[in-house]
C-alpha cells in the first residue's frame, strides 16, 4: 500500500514539552503535556489523554499484565495553551534576530 504523505509542513506547531488541550474527540477538554512527536503521521502522543490497555505476555525482562499506554493523536485535535491566561490559543512565527520564535496569537507572548 503507498504511504500518501498530506502534510508537507518543516515546521510543526506543537514541540515536545509543550502543555497542550484536546479540541476534539472523546477526549475533548482534557489538558497534557506532549510527551512525543511523530511527524511523519502529523501526530503526538500526550500524558494521560488517549490511553489504551494493552495486554503483554511475559518475558525475561518484562512480567506482562495489562498496561496502560498512550496511543497517539492527529495534531489538529490539539491546541497549545497559552502561558498567560491557561487557555487554548493559535500560534504564529516570527523573526526575534536571526531566529525564529513561536509566540501566543491570544496574548502576543514568546512561547520558549
Same mark, same amino acid.
Given at each position: 500500500m503507498?504511504?500518501?504523505?498530506?502534510?508537507?509542513?518543516?515546521?510543526?506547531? /506543537?514541540?515536545? *514539552?509543550?502543555?497542550?488541550m484536546v @479540541? %476534539? $474527540?472523546?477526549?475533548?477538554g #482534557? +489538558?497534557? +503535556?506532549?510527551k512525543? =512527536?511523530l511527524?511523519?503521521k502529523?501526530?503526538?502522543? =500526550? #500524558?494521560? =489523554?488517549?490511553?489504551?490497555?494493552?495486554?503483554? #505476555?511475559?518475558?525475561?525482562d518484562?512480567?506482562? *499484565?495489562?498496561? +496502560?499506554?498512550?496511543?497517539?493523536?492527529?495534531?489538529?485535535?490539539?491546541?497549545? @495553551?497559552?502561558?498567560?491566561? *491557561?487557555?487554548?490559543?493559535? /500560534?504564529?512565527r516570527?523573526m +526575534?534576530g536571526?531566529?525564529?520564535?513561536?509566540?501566543?496569537k491570544? %496574548? $502576543?507572548?514568546?512561547?520558549?
Amino acid at each position: 500500500m503507498k504511504r500518501v504523505d498530506s502534510h508537507k509542513t518543516t515546521k510543526l506547531h /506543537i514541540k515536545k *514539552g509543550d502543555k497542550v488541550m484536546v @479540541i %476534539s $474527540g472523546s477526549y475533548k477538554g #482534557k +489538558e497534557g +503535556e506532549v510527551k512525543e =512527536v511523530l511527524p511523519k503521521k502529523y501526530a503526538a502522543i =500526550v #500524558k494521560g =489523554v488517549n490511553v489504551a490497555k494493552k495486554h503483554t #505476555k511475559p518475558a525475561a525482562d518484562n512480567p506482562g *499484565g495489562i498496561n +496502560e499506554i498512550e496511543l497517539p493523536i492527529h495534531l489538529s485535535n490539539l491546541m497549545l @495553551i497559552d502561558p498567560k491566561s *491557561g487557555a487554548a490559543t493559535r /500560534i504564529g512565527r516570527k523573526m +526575534e534576530g536571526d531566529k525564529s520564535v513561536r509566540y501566543s496569537k491570544k %496574548s $502576543g507572548e514568546t512561547i520558549k
